[in-house]
């Protein structure tokens, strides 16, 4: 075999595998289970863990675990026994960080608190009873933060007309507050004002596979889904580098 072949050999196994190609026990493992997995689901990846012999199974954001044939599925956390550490968790947090920067902050109504140099994105729902207590309650006891909040739309059509009149106030900041703490609704919007980043968020939320609200991200990536007290948040923000 001549040297230039030998190189292009190389340089296609070394691309291969800088691509994360899979394995063949992978690829076997995908094509055996993905048709369990339900109509229309898909599998993101499948990748061996270094414990158990369990390999990975990642589909519509969750974690999944299975043999090496692909027989048998696992759901569920696992731990390390030794120091009651969830691998499960830790992965799930990996997988699901984003890059903080990159979100349309355009499309999100901001406030300043104190000095405001920590900084979180909130996505909620106007219809959202969790999100009003979040917002209640932590969210007006914390201090020396950035909000930017999200209106995500998910759990009816009117929360597209409750964002869409909220957005289109004078104050959008303040009539967001108006009716989440206070139960004051948004005078219906005017026909003036027709645009909205209502679909943009929700195509955003769909793509970060936020599935409830509210749901807190924070500037390393990371997030929380669903309410937390102003104890955790504080914790949370305190953690962050």
Known sequence: MSKSKIALLLATALMSACAGAESPVEAAIKKAVEPRLGPGVKIDSVKETPYAGLYEVRAAG??????????????????????????????????????????????????????????????????????????????????????????????????????????????????WDDWMVSGKAAPAAPASCAATPNDKVLALGQRLRIQGTPAIFFADGSRIPGAVDTKTLEAKLASIK
């Not at 599925?73 to 699901?96: F, M, P, S, W």
Request: glycine share 4%.
């Open 62 to 175: 969750d974690i999944l675990y299975t043999d090496k044939k692909g027989e048998y599925l696992i759901i569920g956390h696992v731990y390390n026994a030794k120091t009651a550490q969830d691998l499960t968790k830790e992965r799930v947090d990996e997988i699901n960080k984003i890059k903080f920067s990159d979100l349309p902050f355009d499309a999100a109504m901001k406030v300043v608190k104190g000095d405001g140099k920590r900084v979180i994105a909130v996505f909620e729902d106007p219809n959202c009873g969790y999100c009003k207590r979040f917002r209640q309650t932590t969210l007006k006891e914390i201090d020396n933060v950035t909000v930017y909040t999200f209106m995500y739309n998910i759990l009816s059509e009117d929360s597209f007309v409750k964002s869409k009149n909220i957005w289109c106030a004078p104050d959008r900041s303040k009539a």
